[in-house]
């Protein structure tokens, strides 16, 4: 599976969008981009995938570069529970259960 | 989304027992599991794939005899930590593939933290 790159923490006030940024340059052409959200002591919380269509669902946005070679997760009103730990992850086909490599993600800290 | 439960959320053993987690998937069938271990202020690493009733698949690294892990049916995996010793002591978490939408999510458990004395 493509490696990805996320930005280590990032900052957002309560009530605004936070949008998180993802690299995923060698991605292939049957490679899904999953987000997932670990909120501290629990386990990760699926939140939106895609393949090369922006997406759109009751957590999340899902935006897709052209090349696929980048995301970004937008949270549209983020609140104080949105802060977390946020992955993501390209893994082999939409109806596969194929693992899921989990890299060191991005902290959310969501403040008042 | 799916539900996937895990029991017992923790538990504290003595070093040299073996402990027992459990991994159901309560409303949909999981022919895959996937058993993660997750150190503090680290990722999650996984450990094992495990297809109903056939041998699990480890990760390299990670020693088989000392994880031992179950599938046997298509709502529960079980993952037994042998000899358990304080470097064991973790955060379990296991994952299911197969859920209502069949679109390929797999569905994490609230995970198991295991303190080994």
């Known amino acids: 599976d493509a490696k990805t790159t996320q930005p280590t923490s990032m900052d957002c006030a309560e009530g605004r969008a936070a949008n998180l940024p993802c690299n995923h340059s060698t991605i292939s052409g049957n490679e899904y981009v999953y987000w997932y959200r670990q909120i501290h002591s629990q386990g990760p919380q699926y939140i939106i995938h895609g393949l090369k269509n922006n997406e759109t669902n009751e957590m999340a946005s899902l935006i897709i570069t052209e090349d696929r070679k980048s995301s970004t997760l937008i949270l549209p009103h983020a609140t104080l529970r949105d802060t977390a730990v946020y992955y993501c992850i390209v893994r082999a086909g939409g109806t596969s259960y194929g693992k899921l490599t989990f890299g060191q993600g991005t902290i959310l800290t969501v403040h008042p | 989304g799916a539900v996937v439960s895990q029991h017992p959320s923790w538990v504290i053993c003595k070093s040299g027992t073996s402990v027992k987690i459990e991994c159901r998937s309560l409303?949909?069938?999981?022919?895959?599991m996937f058993w993660y271990r997750q150190f503090p202020k680290q990722s999650l690493m996984l450990m094992a794939t495990?297809?109903?009733?056939?041998?699990?698949?480890?990760e390299q690294g990670v020693e088989k005899d000392k994880f031992l892990i179950n599938h046997a049916s298509l709502t529960l995996s079980t993952l037994t930590v042998t000899s358990a010793h304080p470097e064991d002591s973790s955060f379990y978490i296991c994952?299911?593939?197969?859920?209502?939408?069949?679109?390929?999510?797999?569905?994490f458990g609230e995970g198991s933290r295991l303190t080994v004395l």
């Open positions: 409303d949909f069938q999981a022919t895959t």
């Open positions: 495990s297809n109903e009733g056939s041998k699990a698949t480890y």
């Open positions: 994952s299911a593939g197969g859920g209502l939408t069949n679109t390929g999510e797999l569905f």
